[in-house]
């Protein structure tokens, strides 16, 4: 019931008048404090979209915070198909493109082998297992500017330097360790009998998990795809530093466009832009949200 | 025959992750370190052993010191504050309001966006001609004024402000869930004996929340010594190199520099700084587990 | 004709032995339980017959078959699980039709199967369900059912009853008994409850430890126990045990328990009783009544101290020099505590043994 934290009152019976004064006031205090803190938190998204629909001029005479007078979607148009970013003045659409060639992939392969390794670690351990899961969770916490260099040069001598492919593949690789904690972590709670029934039932390593176990598990499977998704669409060290400027995902254009220093600033474009680079992982969150926050709970340790 | 193989088919599925893992982590990480003793510049040149020397001219670039610095500055500015509010939050969504989960969206809503997009936008706020600070000065208030983007000194609480925006979520997520997981009983005996709710908190329920705040100092942390993108969008290490990072500048020598030696010093010193906050925390852990 | 023979089994994880030098031979058709307090290998045996963790040494049979090496699947065997372990995500028509679809059936004979056996166990009404909407009993009966389907060589149970309340293992151990003589399947069953063990089992397992304590009929593990453990463990309340002295004299065994002295006449002894020689002797409090002066039997005047109610009989404590003695009384039997009476005691049925190794002499 809203208006009540009964533990925290104590009830003298002769003051209950002035407690529900001073209750009201606590309340309205409470909502006050939120309301400010929504504030500061939605004003940076607000300020986003309706730079992004207002005209150079309009944004030049001031009032940050105001609904455009002049309402244009021209920003957005430009953004998408026509923005300069480097020397080429194609948009962002090209490289909405790429994020998402090298986003789709990663994904599915990091979540794919982050199942197996799970299941594998968690339903079939031998001895050792328990080491190989922690050499392998040991990989979240690593910076990865102590594996940039040798990266680099790895994907040199391979000829996947600049490459779509590229990306995905270390995407992938680096996401191994994070899914393969979730899933293992996740398998634990499946009961080891169902596993036993099953193999007497004559199943095998696979079908019982893809019969059995996985059936068992879409929410780990939609927390780890998110925390996939999230984290390569909004990588940028991986994407600054290994992919060619044609084949840059949006978080590199992104910054390319806002902060090249040539020709006028166009604060709307810029604006435009960046609504667009955050649009799939917002998306994500408003319909996903409840599986986003457990992924970022658990993805919050990782490089 | 075929049970042998199935007995092993753990370790066989496992093995190419393994693999996997074995090269491009632990043999990277040894390939960088051993760099690190080298006098590599634009390529690794194992033949040239200069022992600690790359460590040695490292701390002797002030780039690097300030970089350095910078990291716990913002570090230890970036924890007080993310603590500090995502604690208060925490506490005001914990008050049975209505609409909470619309409350607790809006706050963590921009763990979704990149660091890129995080730098960008604050970047537009931050901006003297055309942001917060015009925005005030056109309800009157003329005198007020954030230089934080272009001045050396205070440019650092321009990332703070950026990744508490982004961050505080992950903060308040993490107390929230504290919250809700301490006894109901321990409310209602506090209630008995008459301690008024301020004092619950501050004397009973912070105390019983450490495991949460070594938790988010720990993750947050990890996140500060990798803060890379931010810097990269907001600042550009600017102005000068005032709000420079150690990944920033590991960067620049690796792929702008051509100095590997020192790059791989320098991302070796941040992989030293993770391991120091890492390990006193596994081992508190593993500790506690028994 | 032996279906299942476990060979010198020897099992350890790591340094430590779970299970030691089990061999034990089993009859097709035999109703098998293996008994016996938590973490005393029994379930981890019942997973080594399963082919579902590997043994350390030895061999297991099945049907004639050396089946150490196989699989699970390919050892005839089913499973019911304490867990149940039905499958959450399938109907319970699913769960009893998964194994024999993994055997690569025809789909009409799959079906054929599980309608007839569903309606032998009175779950056909329940096949479209998932196993979270059905009871504790109707998940029970669909553990069995997956099991029955496949028509094994030999059932294996895993504590099935024990995550039921104490009515429905009641009527559950029923059927489960009928099962079987229905079936006519041999059956391995692992329990901790003696109660299930005695009403089951054809023959009994009894263990501790990772080592075979007793293997007999329900009727030889109770009534001549091999050691004093097994004594123990069978039997609610618990055998007496009193400290006693073998005597010989005038041509008699007696056993010398303080100032009283009982006959042993009808004691069948495995060793030569000698003379001073100190034992265990071990009472069923079933062997202690109420005396009604008509045979012949041992009786002492024994003092009441201690009355416990169970509504269909009595038991009562009495105090023998000093020890106590618990007996079975009719709980028609009017007595009080503090009263002094005859007590008979069933001499054929005591047990005696090394006070050293505990075992039976």
């Given at each position: 019931m809203p208006g009540t934290f009964e533990p925290l009152i104590p009830r003298p019976r002769r003051r209950i008048f002035l407690r529900r004064t001073e209750r009201f006031a606590a309340r309205f205090a409470v909502y006050l404090c939120l309301v400010i803190v929504t504030g500061f938190f939605l004003a940076p998204l607000w300020v986003l979209l309706v730079t992004s629909f207002k005209p150079l001029d309009e944004i030049r005479a001031g009032g940050l915070l105001d609904l455009p007078?002049?309402?244009?979607l021209d920003p957005w148009i430009k953004a998408w198909g026509e923005a300069c970013i480097g020397i080429t003045c194609g948009g962002l659409k090209g490289y909405f493109g790429n994020s998402l060639m090298v986003t789709v992939p990663a994904v599915l392969a990091s979540v794919t082998i982050g199942a197996i390794n799970g299941y594998a670690l968690s339903k079939w351990p031998f001895p050792g297992a328990r080491f190989v899961f922690a050499a392998v969770v040991a990989g979240n916490f690593i910076p990865y500017q102590v594996i940039l260099a040798p990266l680099a040069q790895t994907l040199r001598i391979t000829g996947l330097f600049g490459s779509i492919e590229g990306l995905v593949l270390i995407h992938a690789i680096y996401g191994i360790p994070i899914t393969t904690m979730l899933f293992r972590n996740f398998f634990l709670s499946v009961p080891d009998d169902l596993i036993k029934a099953a193999r007497i039932d004559g199943a095998g390593f696979f079908w019982i998990l893809f019969r059995v176990v996985l059936p068992m598990s879409p929410s780990v499977i939609v927390v780890a795809a998110i925390i996939q998704f999230t984290g390569i669409w909004n990588d940028y060290l991986f994407a600054v530093s290994f992919a060619n400027s044609q084949n840059a995902p949006m978080t590199v254009a992104l910054n390319n466009l806002v902060n090249s220093n040539f020709g006028v600033r166009e604060y709307n474009v810029h604006m435009a832009a960046t609504f667009i680079a955050a649009i799939p992982t917002l998306v994500i969150y408003v319909f996903l949200g409840r599986f986003f926050l457990r992924g970022m709970a658990a993805g919050a340790v990782k490089g | 025959m075929r049970l042998r193989i199935r007995r092993f088919i753990s370790q066989l599925v496992l093995s190419p992750s393994l693999a996997l893992v074995a090269v491009f982590l632990y043999g990277f990480i040894g390939w960088t370190v051993a760099v690190s003793t080298t006098a590599s510049k634009a390529s690794p040149r194992f033949d040239r052993f200069v022992g600690l020397e790359q460590y040695v001219r490292l701390f002797d670039t002030p780039r690097w010191n300030v970089a350095f610095s910078n990291m716990f500055l913002f570090g230890f500015l970036f924890l007080v504050v993310t603590i500090g509010f995502g604690l208060l939050i925490a506490v005001l969504i914990d008050q049975r309001i209505r609409f909470e989960g619309v409350f607790r969206s809006i706050v963590m809503y921009p763990m979704a966006m990149s660091f890129v997009v995080t730098g960008v936008v604050w970047q537009w706020l931050l901006s003297p001609t055309l942001g917060i600070q015009s925005l005030v000065a056109g309800w009157g208030f003329t005198g007020f004024h954030i230089d934080w983007l272009t001045n050396p000194s205070t440019v650092i609480w321009a990332l703070v402000v950026a990744a508490f925006w982004q961050g505080c979520g992950l903060a308040m997520a993490l107390f929230l869930a504290g919250l809700r997981g301490i006894d109901e009983d321990i409310w209602k005996a506090a209630a008995v004996d008459g301690i008024p709710a301020w004092r619950v908190y501050l004397h009973i329920v912070v105390p019983m929340l450490a495991p949460v705040f070594l938790t988010v100092i720990v993750l947050q942390s990890l996140a500060i010594v990798r803060a890379f993108d931010l810097v990269v969008a907001l600042t550009n290490g600017g102005p000068g190199v005032s709000s420079d990072l150690p990944s920033v500048f590991m960067f620049d020598m690796a792929f702008r520099r051509a100095n590997l030696g020192l790059s791989a010093a320098s991302a070796v010193v941040m992989l030293g700084t993770v391991l120091a906050i890492l390990v006193p925390y596994l081992y508190v852990e593993s500790r506690e587990r028994r | 004709m032996i279906d299942i023979r476990v060979v010198d089994c020897h099992k350890s994880y790591g340094q430590v032995r779970i299970l030691r030098d089990i061999s034990l031979d089993i009859e097709r058709g035999e109703f098998i339980v293996l008994l016996g307090p938590s973490g005393c290998g029994k379930s981890t045996l019942l997973h080594i017959i399963a082919g579902l963790e590997p043994l350390t040494s030895g061999s297991i049979e099945i049907g004639g078959r050396d089946v150490t090496d196989l699989e699970p699947k390919d050892r005839d065997i089913a499973m019911v699980f304490q867990s149940y372990a039905l499958y959450p995500t399938m109907s319970v028509r699913a769960n009893m039709e998964f194994g024999l679809r993994m055997r690569g059936r025809p789909l009409a004979e799959i079906r054929a199967v599980v309608e007839e056996k569903a309606k032998m166990l009175g779950i056909d009404h329940l096949l479209d369900r998932r196993p979270s909407q059905l009871s504790g009993g109707q998940r029970q009966r669909v553990a069995i059912g997956r099991a029955v389907v496949r028509e094994p060589r030999v059932f294996l149970f895993d504590e099935p009853l024990s995550n039921l309340d104490a009515k429905l293992r009641g009527s559950m151990r029923t059927e489960i008994k009928k099962l079987h003589r229905r079936l006519g399947t041999t059956v391995i069953y692992v329990t901790h409850d003696q109660l299930e063990a005695m009403t089951l089992a054809t023959r009994l397992v009894v263990m501790k430890a990772g080592v075979m304590q007793q293997v007999g009929t329900p009727d030889e593990v109770y009534h001549r126990p091999l050691n004093r453990f097994t004594a123990d463990f069978l039997g609610s309340p618990g055998m007496n045990f009193l400290d006693a002295v073998l005597r010989l004299a005038e041509g008699r065994v007696w056993a010398e328990v303080g100032r009283t002295v009982i006959p042993l006449d009808r004691y069948a002894f495995i060793e030569r009783p000698v003379d001073g020689r100190p034992v265990v002797l071990g009472l069923r409090p079933d062997s202690i009544r109420p005396a009604d002066g008509a045979e012949a039997a041992f009786t002492l005047d024994l003092k009441a101290t201690l009355i416990e109610h169970t509504g269909s009989e009595n038991h009562v404590v009495f105090d023998l020099d000093g020890r106590e003695v618990t007996g079975k009384f009719p709980a028609e039997f009017g007595l009080e505590v503090g009263r002094t009476l005859p007590v008979a005691f069933d001499l054929a049925r005591l047990s005696l043994f090394d006070t050293e190794t505990e075992l039976r002499i």
């Open positions: 007078i002049a309402f244009t | - | -």
